[in-house]
């Protein structure tokens, strides 16, 4: 719970605005599995701070997932935070923990939040892996919530719907889906992909809908997207493998960075 995390938020920004020798920021954009590459489309990096040397944060427990916060100036003058890595409910260290990110960067008063994941697709009938979608909604059911208490959050509008038709600006065909979180690390079995189904979502993963409401608590416009990197478990007949979702990520790269570093600049 805790007044505790929001604190250690407070240093961790007072340290990350130090680091990077700037008092504010304007955005910041988190990169889930195999985006690494995107980041490097966004701009010119200023400073590249390790995770393990800001108060809070821990160094990723997943192969592939980095571990450091990128300060980038991008074409059009913006300083954006880019954490290239991100902690996952599924890693035991809680909940304040995974959002740490988001609260450290709402501290530095970043007001614009992006965040990335790769994710299943719950509709192959129209989505084909390497898609991004833009998340218009979520579903949380990881049975945890990054807010203790009496604090009663609106979440009619959690994924900005300005932030959305922005992007769609730039890319007309880009689709969006309701994304629905598990808190993993298990793959979803083929039942709970007909579930998801039926319940109306499109795509499932293991994170981002609690940076998205530790965001909506700060006051943080949010934009989240997801890259499909394979259909769910059952729907394609093969069996579900990390290494080729960090794969799909990775030949995917490019456009989602092009992409991001457009929409960052309009925000
Ligand atoms: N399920 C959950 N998380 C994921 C998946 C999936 O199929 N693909 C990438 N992240």
Same mark, same amino acid.
Do not use: C
């Given at each position: 719970? #805790? ?138 059911? #990881? ?42 690390? #298990?793959?979803? #079995? ?78």
């Amino acid at each position: 719970m #805790t007044k505790d995390a929001y604190s250690l938020a407070g240093e961790a920004a007072a340290a990350l605005r130090s680091a990077a020798a700037l008092d504010t920021f304007d955005v910041a954009l988190v990169m889930g599995s195999g985006w690494v590459p995107a980041a490097d489309a966004i701009g010119e990096t200023l400073t590249e701070i390790a995770f393990s040397d800001l108060p809070g944060f821990r160094a990723p427990a997943v192969a592939g997932h980095g571990g450091t916060i990128r300060v980038v100036r991008t074409p059009g003058g913006r300083t954006a935070l880019i954490f290239l890595g991100r902690t996952h409910l599924y890693e035991g260290l809680g909940v304040d923990a995974v959002v740490h990110g988001v609260r450290t960067a709402a501290a530095a008063g970043v007001r614009t939040l992006v965040l990335t994941n790769a994710a299943g697709g719950l509709r192959p009938e129209t989505q084909d892996v390497g898609d991004p979608v833009l998340i218009s909604d979520h579903i949380n059911l #990881t049975g945890a919530n990054p807010i203790t208490g009496t604090t009663f959050i609106d979440l009619t509008e959690v994924y900005s719907r300005r932030l959305r038709d922005l992007v769609r600006e730039i890319d007309p065909g880009i689709a969006e889906g309701v994304y629905v979180a598990f808190r993993g690390p #298990t793959y979803e #079995t083929p039942a709970e992909i007909r579930m998801l189904r039926t319940l109306g979502g499109d795509m499932v993963g293991m994170s981002t809908v609690l940076e998205a409401i530790a965001a909506r608590e700060a006051g943080l416009e949010v934009l989240g997207v997801s890259l499909v990197t394979n259909p769910g478990a059952g729907l394609s007949g093969e069996p579900l493998n990390h290494e080729e979702v960090l794969e799909v990520g990775r030949a995917t790269a490019a456009r989602m960075g092009v992409l991001l570093a457009k929409a960052v600049d309009r925000l």
